[in-house]
T-cell receptor
Framework: DAKTTQPTSMDCAEGRAANLPCNHSTISGNEYVYWYRQIHSQGPQYIIHGLKNNETNEMASLIITEDRKSSTLILPHATLRDTAVYYCIGSGNTGKLIFGQGTTLQVKP | ETGVTQSPTHLIKTRGQQVTLRCSSQSGHNTVSWYQQALGQGPQFIFQYYREEENGRGNFPPRFSGLQFPNYSSELNVNALELDDSALYLC???????????????FGEGSRLTVL
């Protein structure tokens, strides 16, 4: 699995877009970029994943740079319920994920 | 569609004892992965079960073992408990099969184990 680097923490104002960066310069060609989040005392929740192209679903958008060395998760209109630890993971599609420390996102009113 | 369920939600054991944690996978899923999450850390991969066989293992000693049953549910067994085994144990299910691998995991809420 690719090593990923994320900021330890970030703040975002409620209603504004939250942009969470992730560096994964060692990602290999067949590894996906996965994003999960974990709200306090709950199990991790899948958000989105992508290989090369940008992806969007009902929760978020994922922007992957052309060289695939970094990506950004975008929550378009953050709410207080989006306060969580966000994990960026570079992995094959085997389900064996290597979690790092993640980014603690605090959404403030 | 039922989600991933784990039991028990909380339990307390003493050092040297053995523990069994249980997981029911999401309907339609055939693969179960187990993770250990210590306080303040990200989840750590323990092992994965597919077709009732272990299909990959993280850096955990043999006293961590598992089973997967024909209905795809799973157990995690830990023998000779140590204080450092105190953690949240997470089960995640996924669907693996021809053309269906997405790598997306669905996690349960976890079993919190305290070893005294």
């Amino acid at each position: 699995d690719a090593k990923t680097t994320q900021p330890t923490s970030m703040d975002c104002a409620e209603g504004r877009a939250a942009n969470l960066p992730c560096n994964h310069s060692t990602i290999s060609g067949n590894e996906y970029v996965y994003w999960y989040r974990q709200i306090h005392s709950q199990g991790p929740q899948y958000i989105i994943h992508g290989l090369k192209n940008n992806e969007t679903n009902e929760m978020a958008s994922l922007i992957i740079t052309e060289d695939r060395k970094s990506s950004t998760l975008i929550l378009p209109h953050a709410t207080l319920r989006d306060t969580a630890v966000y994990y960026c993971i570079g992995s094959g599609n085997t389900g064996k994920l290597i979690f790092g420390q993640g980014t603690t996102l605090q959404v403030k009113p | 569609e039922t989600g991933v369920t784990q039991s028990p939600t909380h339990l307390i054991k003493t050092r040297g004892q053995q523990v069994t944690l249980r997981c029911s996978s999401q309907s339609g899923h055939n693969t179960v992965s187990w993770y250990q999450q210590a306080l303040g850390q990200g989840p750590q991969f323990i092992f994965q079960y597919y077709r009732e066989e272990e299909n990959g293992r993280g850096n955990f000693p043999p006293r961590f073992s598992g089973l997967q049953f024909p209905n795809y549910s799973s157990e995690l067994n830990v023998n000779a408990l140590e204080l450092d085994d105190s953690a949240l144990y997470l089960c995640a299910s996924s669907l693996v099969g021809a053309g269906k691998n997405t790598g997306e995991l669905f996690f349960g809420e976890g079993s919190r184990l305290t070893v005294l």
